[in-house]
């Protein structure tokens, strides 16, 4: 895990600006035709550029690849040798004088790579440097290996995803060490290929195809997070709400929905996700032996179904209750997932079982919830073993209570197993305890908005008590302003007091997860703070109070001590070290403890 205090950030310099250049209709000149030459013309190939291959001795001196690309007419080589130049000049400075030709004669030319370096067994850097200035004084970038000054640009260690089909995807990875170990940047990138998923480049393509069959508005690429609101969904909206209504619904699906799941996605369940139409549960699987029974006069009769309220934890697989590990690994015949439950967890359900996942997109949640309750009842009475999988504990803002009385009025006593509920475990693995001797005495757990998008009444400020907000972050600024304006009480808005505005808050995203992060500061600089750090990781939640600093670094357990309000100003201060002269400051906390690796 890794830490960091900062105010907004300070350039540190040293790194590249990574960009994806699209190539189309433009030229790419390789000025060499070895083996590099021909990655780098494949590279090029492979953006849709156009490619020319300038080498000395033409298609005799170039490997067999280059060779076979001129034949296949996928690039076209031309010899150094043969272009018109100065009939007085000689050896580089006729190649140089050929090159400035083309240069001026050839237009669309975008970038240069040059790959041949050596000339008679040695590196000639008087010849690259006449190449470079030749380039850079036409605008055009250049690439000159093993020379890192006369390059504008540096090629980053690349993977292309596949599909299931070996086609390859529109994903792309790419590992830069900036010349800082070149072979160790493949090693990284091999890592990294190795450790996702074999789906996400089919994944990739089934989002494509979503947004391809959903408006042509894009999301802005400005907005931080998924979960902004957007209007329920309702007959009469217009084409601009329904466009806007169906890329929200992308995002949240790109965001919250497992790779497997997404590169799986047949076009109807494509047209299901932007239409909202329902697919059928199908019928109990064969291999399940168990959903009927043997009557004593042989007759085979049909099982009654049940229905299972599951607790998946914060997102850790390995806090998993045993009770729910066995309902979906022995039990279930279909999952009904919500949309927060990581694919980790999900990946342990049997192949056998189908799974599927709410649609509580913004503007669509009660649509979602009612869907899933009714495909719960529909394949329960047709004998299935239904398990419908919740984030956290089912009864903690899970809405597992109007579940239990839906499927009661419809003949299915559900069990409700408990889980671990995010409310506690985030800030633990966060190093935050909601109660804590001399800090907190108490914690109180709320929600950041209502039903169908409504504004709660807050809770209002207790020195010794420790506020827990999930499903706000979202709404970060209307939330804050609440909790510190003076005016939110007698409007109804909170009850009890203002917080004071140094009061330290803590932000826990995908808190359990790999890529858990912590946005610690106060309340009057976290909206800033989080303006600061870019894309929002959902799901996100809230800690307010004390507890947020008790235990960093050597730890603070006076708060509660008498006078201890006098001194919060400074406690603050200890807590995020570096406070620049606009009182900005914030601390940044990546990834899970080391010790969480063994689990």
Same mark, same amino acid.
């Given at each position: ?50 490619? *020319? ?27 150094? =040798? ?33 790959? =041949? ?13 006449? *190449? ?71 994944? *990739? ?23 902004? $609101? ?8 217009? =084409? ?73 934890? $914060? ?27 990581? =694919? ?45 999988? @919740? ?105 009890? @007091? ?25 309340? @009057? ?51 995020? @070290? ?22």
């Amino acid at each position: 895990m890794t830490n960091a205090a900062v105010g907004y950030p300070n350039p540190q310099g040293g790194a590249s600006l990574l960009l994806a250049f699209r190539l189309q209709s433009s030229i790419t000149l390789v000025l060499g035709s070895g083996p590099l030459a021909a990655s780098r013309a494949f590279a090029a190939l492979d953006a849709d550029s156009k490619v *020319v291959i300038l080498a000395t001795g033409g298609l005799t001196s170039a490997c067999e690849e280059v060779k076979w690309r001129a034949e296949q007419g996928q690039l076209t080589l031309i010899d150094w =040798d043969t272009l018109p130049g100065s009939s007085t000049s000689s050896g580089d400075d006729k190649l140089l004088e050929a090159l400035e030709s083309y240069l001026i004669s050839t237009s669309d030319i975008r970038l240069v790579c040059m790959t =041949d370096t050596l000339i008679g067994g040695r590196r000639n850097r008087v010849f690259s440097e006449k *190449v470079y200035q030749t380039c850079r004084a036409r605008n055009i970038p250049v690439n000159t290996t093993d020379m890192p000054d006369l390059c504008d640009f540096t090629f980053a260690s690349t993977h292309r995803f596949e599909d299931a089909s070996g086609n390859a995807t529109s994903l792309q990875i790419g590992v830069t060490t900036n010349g800082q170990g070149c072979r160790l940047a493949g090693r990284i990138r091999r890592d990294i290929v190795s450790r996702l998923s074999k789906d996400v480049g089919g994944a *990739v393509q089934r989002v494509g195809r979503m947004q391809d069959e959903g408006d042509e508005l894009e999301e802005n690429s400005r907005v931080s997070t998924p979960n902004r $609101p957007v209007p329920s969904r309702s007959t009469s909206e217009t =084409d601009a709400e329904s466009s806007k209504r169906r890329i929200k619904w992308v995002a949240q699906v790109s965001e919250y929905w497992p790779i497997s799941k997404l590169a799986q996605m047949s076009d109807a369940e494509i047209e299901e996700v932007l239409d909202g139409e329902r697919i059928p549960v199908p019928s109990p699987p064969h291999e399940h032996s168990e959903s009927v029974l043997p009557s004593i006069h042989s007759l085979v009769l049909p099982r009654k179904g049940r229905i299972l309220l599951v607790g998946s934890g $914060p997102g850790h697989p390995s806090l998993l209750t045993l009770a729910t590990h066995t309902a979906l690994t022995k039990m279930a015949h279909l999952v009904l997932s919500d949309k927060l439950v990581p =694919d980790v967890v999900l990946a342990l359900i049997p192949k056998t079982v189908q799974i599927r996942i709410a649609k509580k997109f913004p503007g669509n949640a009660e649509g979602a919830q009612m869907e899933m309750m009714e495909a719960a009842v529909e394949a329960a009475q047709r004998g299935l073993t239904v398990v419908r999988l @919740k984030q956290g504990d089912p009864v903690v803002y899970g809405r597992a209570g109007e579940e239990v009385l839906y499927f009661r009025s419809h003949g299915f006593e559900p069990v409700v197993i408990p889980g671990v509920s995010s409310a506690l475990a985030a800030p633990t693995f966060a190093g935050i305890p909601v109660t804590q001797r001399g800090v907190a005495e108490s914690f109180i757990v709320c929600t950041g908005v209502g039903r169908k998008g409504k504004d709660v009444q807050l809770p209002g400020y207790e020195r010794a008590r420790t506020l827990v907000i999930l499903m706000g972050v979202a709404r970060l600024p209307a939330v804050i302003q609440v909790l510190m304006d003076e005016q939110a009480q007698e409007r109804g808005r909170r009850d009890g @007091k203002a917080y004071p505005p140094h009061t330290p808050i803590a932000i826990i995203e995908r808190a359990s997860m790999p890529d858990q992060r912590v946005i610690s500061s106060t309340l @009057k600089d976290i909206v800033r703070a989080m303006d600061s750090i870019g894309e929002q990781r959902p799901p996100g939640m809230m800690i307010i109070g004390w507890g947020v600093l008790a235990l960093w670094g050597e730890g603070d357990v006076g708060v509660l001590d008498e006078g201890g309000e006098g001194m919060d100003e400074e406690r603050v201060g200890r807590w995020l @070290k570096g406070r620049d002269k606009m009182g900005v400051a914030w601390r940044i906390s990546e990834g899970l403890d080391s010790g969480w690796e063994v689990f």
